[in-house]
């Protein structure tokens, strides 16, 4: 079930703001952070230029955001080499998205941005 609307404008605002933040517009020649919504799925990208060709950019999924709409909770999943994602249980299901987000940010275990 997709998220519901108001919700949806939240999390759009709130994954814009980080985006924005992490990768601001200064650096859009040499990196991109940009997130997508397919359902109750928030899936956090990273994108790149090739390292061989400039004129290509490369994306890779750091983090993804599931909401769970009976209990209004976030909770936050890890990719692996073969972008299969995990249950990342180091953080508990939140209602606010903004702990999930820093926790990315934060990243102890290096597994988002390395």
Excluded at 53 to 58: N, V
Excluded at 72 to 98: G, M, Q, V
Aim: aromatic share 12%; glycine share 2%.
């Amino acid at each position: 079930m997709p998220i519901p609307p108001i919700q949806k404008q939240l999390v759009e605002k709130l994954m814009q703001n980080y985006c924005d933040k992490k990768a601001p517009k200064e650096l859009n020649e040499s990196i991109q952070l940009f997130y997508y919504i397919r359902g109750n799925n928030i899936t956090l990208v990273e994108s790149r230029p090739s390292w061989h060709d400039k004129t290509e950019w490369i994306d890779m999924k750091i983090a993804q955001i599931r909401f769970e709409n009976e209990s209004k909770t976030f909770t936050l999943y890890c990719p692996d080499r073969n972008e299969k994602w995990h249950l990342y249980d180091f953080i508990e299901a939140s209602t606010e998205l903004e702990n999930l987000l820093k926790e990315i940010d934060r990243d102890p275990t290096g597994i988002f941005w390395g």
